[in-house]
Structures are given as C-alpha cells and as structure tokens.
C-alpha cells in the first residue's frame, strides 16, 4: 500500500520524483539535451555549407600528364583500382593532351583493374569487331542498293563496284583507312533526301517536341530544316536493354538473331540521316584536335567518297573528314546497337569523342560505352526520358516548391522544357570544352558506382558528394533553379521557359553548375535517388 501523500508527490512540483533527485542531474540532463540540439543543427548547417569539389576555392586543376603516369605500377595497373584517377577527374577533369588515353577508363572500354597487356588484348579484339561491323555495313548497302536495282528505284545506294577480296581487306593502321584505300562500295544516294523520311507512325517526336529541340544549335550550321530527333522502327530488339555484349562473344546467337532481325529499310533510313547530320555538325572541335584540323584534302574527300557524303563542297577538308567519320562510326553503331539504330542528336554526342579520338574503332568503343547511358534517351517508348524529366521534377519540387507550384500554373511541372537538354546531354547548351568538362565530371561518377567506389572509398564522407548516375539530371535542375526568378515573375506559359532554356547556349558557367548540382546532390540525393 502506498503511503498517505506519495502519489500526489509523484506528479506535484515539489515532493515528487524529480525533485528527490540531485539538482545536479537535471541541470546535466538538461544541458545534454540542449548540446545534442546544437550538434543537429551544426551538422546541418555544416552539410550544406560543405564545399563541393567543383567550387571556386577547392576545385582542383585537370588531371595532368604527369599524375597521369603516376597512378600506374610497372605492370600497367593502376595503383588503387582507379579511386585516385576517379577522384581527380571528378573535381577538375581531365587535360587534353591525355584524354584519348582517359577516356576509354572513364568509359568502360578498359576495366580499372586491368593490367596493360589486359589492355592489350582488348584493344585487339575491338578493332577487330569495329572492322566486322564496317564490313557488315557495307555489306548491307550493297544488298540495299542490289534490290534497288531489281525493284528498278533510280534512287539506290551503291553501285556494284565491289569486289569480293576488298571486302575482308581492311586496315587499322588510321582512321577510315579500309574505306579509304578500298571503296568497296560506292554511293550515289538522293541527296534531296529529307529528314522526315520513314512512316509517320514511327516518328517519335510531336510539334511540342520539335518545339524543345528546334533552337540555334551549337551543332548545326543550317537553320532550313527543322531539327527533329526522332526513332525510326528497328524490327524487333533484344530485350536486354543494355548492348555493351561480350567482346568475346560477338557470335552469340542473341547478338546473331537481333541483327539478322535488321530491316535493309531501318538501316537504309538511318544511313540518309546519319549523312545529313555529319556534314552539319560544325566546328567548335577543330582547336581541340589540331591532327584533324591538318588534314589534307584528298584525304578529306577519299574519306567522304568512301561513305557516300554528298553536298559537302562547301565545307573545309577537316570537317569533311570528320563527317566521314561521324558517318562510319554511326553506320557501325547502327548495326550494333539495332533496336535504337540511329536517331538525330546521337551524332551530338560522338562529335566530341571523335574529335578527341583519332582512331576509328577507340571512337567506336568508347562511344558504345557512353550510350550504355545515352541510349535510354532515344528508345522509342521514351520510358528513360520520362524517368528523366520526374528526376528533374522532384528536385525542383524538393528544392524549391515556389517554382514547382509555378509551374504547376503553367502545366509545365513534367519538366518537358529540359527536353532537349535531356537528350543530348548539355550539348547544345554548352561550348565544346564546356561540354566536355561536364561529360568527364559525370563519367567519372559513373565510372566509380560501375567499379563500386562509391559504396567503398568514399562511404566515410558520403556526405561530401556522392556519386551518382544521374549528375547531369542534378545540373539541368540547377541551370533550372538559378533561372527561378525570371521564370517566376516574367514567365506564363512553357513556350517561354523553353526558349529561355534553349537560349542558355553558351551563357553557362560550368563549374558555377557543378557546384550548384553538389548542393543539390549532397541535400537531395537520399529523398530522390531510392524511388527510382
């Protein structure tokens, strides 16, 4: 039984059992209590305030040569499974003079743990399917243009000047030297061949689209026909939606039955647009990539004749021959990669890699690896576009619900006015080396969630930036937010905020983006990334 008056102690202020405890207790409780707040909101305070490793006052240099040649051990390999090259390309990229031997790393093309005889032999093994893809491809135009004989189409693609020992003769010593040296086949093509060709039912793009694609293109020099980037059907596709497929395993029967699947139709299209769009892309490449820049005309107009350019007169011999190689490379990737083929804007993104790359099959490889990404944004469903445009959605949501509650105003909260931003990377936002900056930054991110880096190494400062997929989708959020005020007040309707971001062209400050995209990435990532 309890005593007369203890229950009332227990609850009342003064006999109760807080009071029979020291004072001291209380007051250390109570202090305790306010620290761990204080902790909280310093954590806080100090996880936003935490300098990205793009800012201004702790971004890096790029990798130079000489670090470069540091990370590797005798044998080759590089010294800690690639985190030290990871880190530094992701805080400075990379400098020119080595990208072409960075890039197939950040790419995938060679594994980090590799050793340089591993190396080695890839490198064999891939120019030697690049080669068979050429062979391929004009294998199949051949056919193209047999058919076109006997169904008596003025129209056709070749004429029969081939030869069966050129066919299998081919060459790695320089870039689009087999076709060069051994025009096995040769092109007469319409070249009043439009854009819009093929059904219309497979055109993936509506008025709204061309409305987000059509701008003043860093990559086009002609403003007369409309710039569309649309999907052509390809018979039917693997199911795999991933075509990086064993190099040592090109013969498989899924590879074999997918590519066998190909329409002389499908392929037939995208070789006319494929051309079209290599002779406009322009020249911004041409400082970065001076061998090219050297070539002769001959050269220049053998490598044209040898895929079947047309109109290029116009052009200087450099970006004749870059054309050729556009059409090469993109011809070979077709063939590969069939349930995606080709559609506008793939050629936006091998520009860069092909102006960085001299030789045709490492451009190959390395432009395989980059659309193992890439190449959601041009599947006919658009299901990776869509997932895309809800990422960019909810960080803006996230973020800044004033904007995203102005949008909603406008039906514009899809986030369809990063469209084209979406698609072709940055690329027509941003110069060359702006664009190239930003793609280094975000292969090395990929590169090191794809050699599990990021769960391992920099687990203990998660915090300080995570690496992610999906980085370029936190930067078209920032150059998004940082236009929050003049979409506010001044915008009221989505055709306004898509020609505000069409003309960010060349206005952007990159690293200023980076540093934008980190905020973003360090206080958005956990809410954004698990749901998707």
């Given amino acids: 039984m309890i005593p007369s008056g203890t229950g009332n102690n227990l609850i009342s202020g003064g006999g109760g059992l807080w009071s029979a405890a020291p004072s001291h207790v209380a007051v250390a409780v109570t202090a305790l209590a306010g620290l761990a707040v204080v902790v909280a909101v310093f954590c806080t305070a100090t996880r ?39 880190k530094k390309v992701r805080s400075g990229g990379v400098d020119p003079s080595i990208r072409a031997e960075v890039w197939p790393f950040l790419l995938g093309v060679y594994d980090l743990n590799s050793s ?54 081919v060459s790695a010593r320089e870039s689009l030297s087999s076709e060069e040296r051994i025009p096995d086949v040769e092109y007469s093509d319409d070249p009043s061949s439009t854009l819009l060709d093929g059904d219309d039912s497979s055109r993936r793009n509506t008025n709204a689209d061309a409305k987000v694609l059509n701008s003043d293109s860093s990559d086009s020099d002609s403003s007369e026909e409309p710039e569309v980037i649309q999907t052509f059907p390809s018979g039917e596709g693997r199911e795999d939606n991933d075509p990086d497929m064993s190099s040592k395993d090109e013969s498989s029967p899924s590879r074999t039955e997918v590519q066998s699947k ?65 059409v090469a490379i993109l011809e070979a990737y077709a063939l590969y990669d069939p349930e995606i083929g080709y559609c506008q804007g793939m050629s936006d993104l091998l520009s860069p890699i092909t102006a960085v790359m001299t030789e045709d099959h490492e451009a190959f490889w390395c432009f395989v690896g980059f659309m193992k990404k890439a190449r959601h944004n041009f599947r006919l469903d658009e299901v990776g576009i869509r997932r895309q445009l809800s990422i960019v959605s909810k960080i803006i949501k996230c973020k800044d619900s004033h904007l995203y509650r102005h949008l909603e105003k406008l039906q514009a909260e899809d986030c369809f006015f990063v469209y084209r931003m979406v698609v072709v990377l940055f ?19 990929q590169a090191a ?33 940082q236009k929050r005020k003049l979409i506010i007040e001044k915008y009221s309707s989505m055709d306004e905020i898509i020609r505000e971001c069409n003309s960010m062209s060349g206005q ?25």
């Fill in 449 to 481: 969630i794809r050699a599990g880096i990021g769960k391992s190494a920099w687990s203990r400062i998660r915090q300080r930036a995570p690496p992610t997929d999906d980085l370029l989708l936190y930067a078209i959020a920032a150059s998004v937010l």
């Fill in 508 to 532: 952007l400050d990159i690293w200023k983006l980076l540093d934008d995209a980190h905020y973003l990435v360090v206080n958005l990532h956990d809410k954004i990334e698990p749901s998707f």
């Fill in 48 to 86: 936003t305030r935490l300098k990205s490793p793009w800012s201004r006052r702790k971004r890096k240099h790029a990798l130079a040569a000489h670090h470069w040649r540091s990370f590797f051990t005798p044998d080759g390999k590089l010294r800690d499974g690639g985190v030290k090259l990871v």
């Fill in 116 to 169: 340089k005889e591993e190396r080695d032999i890839v490198r064999s093994q891939k120019r030697k399917e690049y080669e068979k893809l050429r062979r391929q491809c004009r294998r199949l135009i051949k056919r193209i243009n047999e058919s076109s004989k006997l169904n008596g189409d003025s129209c056709s693609f070749t004429q029969d000047t081939d030869s069966p020992s050129s066919e299998d003769v």
């Fill in 427 to 445: 690329r027509r936002e941003l110069t060359f080396d702006q664009t190239i900056c930003l793609w280094e930054v975000m292969w090395a991110d």
């Fill in 262 to 326: 190909l329409s002389s139709e499908d392929f037939a299209t995208w070789q006319r647009i494929i051309r079209l769009d290599a002779v406009r892309t322009n020249s911004d490449w041409i400082p970065y990539s001076p061998s090219q820049a050297e070539v002769s005309q001959d050269r220049a107009w053998r490598s044209a004749e040898a895929v079947g350019l047309k109109d290029y007169d116009h052009l200087e011999p450099c970006r004749i021959f870059h054309a050729a190689r556009l």
